[in-house]
C-alpha cells in the first residue's frame, strides 16, 4: 500500500543523494562537441582549461560516467538548504477542480532564491580545490551572481560579477546582496575590458546584454593570473550539478509510490530542466520508463519552439566555443521580457539533442498568461514565484485543465525554481494592467539567424 502523501515530502539525511547523475551516459546520440571558433575543430581539454577550472573541463567533456560522487564539502553546504521540499499543490488541484495530482519541487528555499546555488557551489569547490584566487561570471537577472557570491564566500573566494546594466540599474537590491556576500560588481558594457569598450564605442548608451557580459567575464578571467570563468547555465557541467534536483524528486516519489507522468520546467540555459528530467530521462533512454516532458520557454525568446539547430556563438563578442544547440542566433536580441532569467538565445547542447530526437517537446507562452498564472498559484500555495518558474506553473495549470475536461487522473510533476521578491517591478506592470506581450515577428527572428556562423561543416 502507497503511504499517505505528506503535504511536503522531505528525505532523511542518509536517504540523500550521494552522487550527481549525467544523463549522456545513457544518451545513444551524444550531444554534439564544442568547437574552437578558429580551427573548427573540437575543444581539447587544454583549450578549455585556460578559460574553466580543470575538473569542471573533465566534467563538460565526459559523455560516459554515469555517476559523479558529490564531494562531501558539496554535500555539507548542500545541507543548509537540502533537501529542497517536494510539495503535494493539494490546494492548487482544489482550486483548479483538476483531478490531476500536482506536485512541485521548490528551489527557492535560500538566500539566492533560486537553484542556482547548487551548481554555484559546485564551481566555486573546484575552483578552490585547483588553488584559483578567484572566478569571474556574469548575471542578467542578478540570480546567479548571488549564487556565485554567496559560494564564493563560503570557501574564501574572490568573486567578479559583470552585471547587465540595465538590470544593475534596475536592481539594484540584488546588487547589495552580492556585495553583502563580498563579490564585486561592474555594470556591463564596462570600460574595464577590450569587448566592453568596443561594445560601448559600437552602441554608446547601450543597457547590455547577457552576450556582451559573458564576453567581459571571460576576458578579465583570461587576463588575470589565478582566475577562470564560471558560467551558471547552457554548460553540460552545469546540467550534472542540477540532477541533484532530479535525484531528490526521483527518491522521495520512489519512496511513496508516486510515478509523475510527465515533468515540466522552465527552460532559460536548460540547467533547472536538465537537472529535474535527468535522471526521469534516464529510466526512458534506458527503455524501463516513459514519462512524457516539456520544456516551457517565453514566446519572446523561444529557441527550442522556434529557433535553428545549428552551432553557434554563445556569447555576442564571439570569445566562446561553438555550440551546437537551438538556438536564435547570437545577434538576437529579445524584447525586455521581465523573466530575465529565460532571455539567453540558445539551449544547453544535452537538451537540444534530446528534443532534436523527439525525447522532450517544447511550448511557448507569453508573459501576461504566466503571471495570471503566477497570481493564482501564489493565492492558493503561498509561495510568491519567480516570473521564470511561473513558466512552468502555466503549464502545469493547463496541464492539469485538461485533465478536468478529460477526467484523466495524471501526474504532473513541475520545477518552482525560485521566489520572486526582486521582481516586484514586474508585478507592480502585470497588477497595474499594463504589461504587453512582444511575439518576435519572422523578419525579427531572420535577424537573428542572419548572425549564425557560417561554417561549411
Ligand atoms: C536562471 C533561472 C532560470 C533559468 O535558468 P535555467 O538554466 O534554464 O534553469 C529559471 N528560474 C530561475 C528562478 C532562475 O534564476
Not at 508516486?258 to 532559460?268: T, V
Request: a negative charge; glycine letters at 8%; charged letters at 25%.
Amino acid at each position: 500500500m502507497p503511504k499517505e502523501i505528506p503535504y511536503k515530502i522531505y528525505l532523511e539525511e542518509n536517504e540523500m543523494p550521494k552522487y550527481w547523475y549525467n544523463v549522456r551516459a545513457d544518451m545513444k546520440v551524444k550531444p554534439a562537441p564544442l568547437l574552437n571558433p578558429e580551427t573548427l575543430k573540437p575543444m581539447t581539454k587544454e583549450e578549455l582549461s585556460e578559460v574553466f577550472c580543470e575538473e569542471l573541463v573533465n566534467q563538460e567533456l565526459d559523455d560516459n560516467t554515469r555517476e559523479y560522487p558529490i564531494p562531501q564539502e558539496i554535500l555539507d553546504f548542500y545541507k543548509m538548504y537540502r533537501p529542497s521540499p517536494l510539495v503535494r499543490a493539494y490546494c492548487l488541484e482544489k482550486k483548479l477542480n483538476t483531478p490531476a495530482k500536482i506536485y512541485y519541487k521548490f528551489e527557492g528555499n535560500n538566500t539566492s532564491g533560486s537553484h542556482k546555488l547548487n551548481s554555484a557551489i559546485a564551481q566555486a569547490y573546484y575552483a578552490k580545490q585547483q588553488g584559483l584566487k578567484g572566478v569571474t561570471t556574469e548575471t542578467g537577472a542578478g540570480q546567479w551572481g548571488t549564487a556565485l557570491s554567496m559560494a564564493c564566500s563560503y570557501f574564501d573566494l574572490d568573486c567578479n560579477v559583470y552585471m547587465v546594466k540595465v538590470s544593475y540599474e534596475q536592481k539594484p537590491f540584488r546588487r547589495e546582496v552580492m556585495r553583502t556576500y563580498g563579490a564585486s560588481v561592474t555594470p556591463s558594457p564596462s570600460m574595464t575590458t577590450n569587448v566592453g569598450r568596443r561594445i560601448n564605442e559600437e552602441f554608446p548608451g547601450t543597457g547590455g546584454s547577457l552576450g556582451c557580459a559573458i564576453s567581459e567575464a571571460v576576458e578579465s578571467a583570461m587576463s588575470r593570473d589565478g582566475y577562470r570563468y564560471v558560467l551558471g547555465s547552457v554548460l553540460n557541467q552545469v546540467l550534472l550539478h542540477q540532477s541533484v534536483i532530479g535525484m531528490e524528486c526521483k527518491i522521495a516519489m520512489d519512496k511513496y509510490g508516486i510515478k509523475p507522468d510527465m515533468i515540466i520546467g522552465c527552460a532559460g540555459g536548460g540547467s533547472n530542466l536538465g537537472g529535474l528530467i535527468s535522471p526521469f530521462m534516464g529510466e526512458k533512454l534506458r527503455g524501463e520508463k516513459d514519462y512524457q516532458f516539456i520544456a516551457v520557454e517565453p514566446a519572446s525568446c523561444p529557441s527550442l519552439t522556434r529557433g535553428k539547430y545549428a552551432y553557434d556563438y554563445c556569447d555576442t563578442g564571439k570569445v566562446c566555443p561553438l555550440c551546437k544547440m537551438y538556438t536564435l542566433g547570437s545577434g538576437y536580441i529579445p524584447s525586455s521580457s521581465h523573466a530575465g532569467g529565460l532571455r539567453y538565445h540558445g539551449m544547453n547542447s544535452i537538451l537540444s539533442e534530446l528534443y532534436d530526437q523527439g525525447l522532450m517537446e517544447a511550448r511557448s507562452v507569453e508573459q501576461t498568461s504566466v503571471f495570471a498564472a503566477a497570481q493564482e498559484f501564489a493565492r492558493v500555495e503561498g509561495i510568491l514565484p519567480a516570473p521564470e518558474s511561473s513558466h512552468a506553473i502555466k503549464v502545469a495549470m493547463d496541464e492539469a485543465i485538461k485533465c478536468r475536461e478529460t477526467g484523466e487522473e495524471k501526474t504532473i510533476l513541475f520545477g518552482l525554481t525560485g521566489t520572486g521578491y526582486f521582481d516586484l517591478y514586474a508585478y507592480a506592470k502585470f497588477n497595474d494592467g499594463v504589461m504587453s506581450d512582444y511575439i518576435p515577428t519572422e523578419a525579427d527572428l531572420a535577424k537573428g539567424f542572419a548572425s549564425l556562423p557560417d561554417l561549411k561543416l
